[in-house]
Nanobody, 113 residues
Framework: VQLVESGGGLVQAGGSLRLSCTAT????????MGWYRQGPGKDRELVAG???????YYARSVEDRFIISRDNAKNTVYLQMNSLSPEDTAMYYC????????WGHGTQVTVSS
């Protein structure tokens, strides 16, 4: 499996970013997919997930601010992040749920106050 995340960057508090992740080497459409993040000194956590049928899941810390979606034709999962706060600063990764054994490089999101 190969996972390539993109779309991160530096944004001011209150801003928005849209992350993308393209997966190859798997039957993407049948896998529940998720976005995970690992902040400085923190464990990696699942923040949003989407079932093969499109049903979303959100961690309480991001619900009402983040929107996950997928395009099975493009083997791509997206994360629209709105109303970002410094607490959202982290490296963001995508994977299946539960996660694959290997991870992509991730994409860094930095939110300044």
């Amino acid at each position: 499996v190969q996972l390539v995340e993109s779309g991160g960057g530096l944004v001011q508090a209150g801003g928005s970013l849209r992350l993308s992740c393209t997966a190859t080497g798997i039957r993407f459409s049948i896998n529940p997919m998720g976005w995970y993040r690992q902040g400085p000194g923190k464990d990696r956590e699942l923040v949003a997930g989407i079932s093969s049928g499109g049903g979303p899941y959100y961690a309480r810390s991001v619900e009402d601010r983040f929107i996950i979606s997928r395009d099975n034709a493009k083997n791509t999962v997206y994360l629209q992040m709105n109303s970002l706060s410094p607490e959202d600063t982290a490296m963001y990764y995508c994977s299946a749920i539960p996660p694959f054994d290997s991870w992509g490089h991730g994409t860094q999101v930095t939110v300044s106050s």
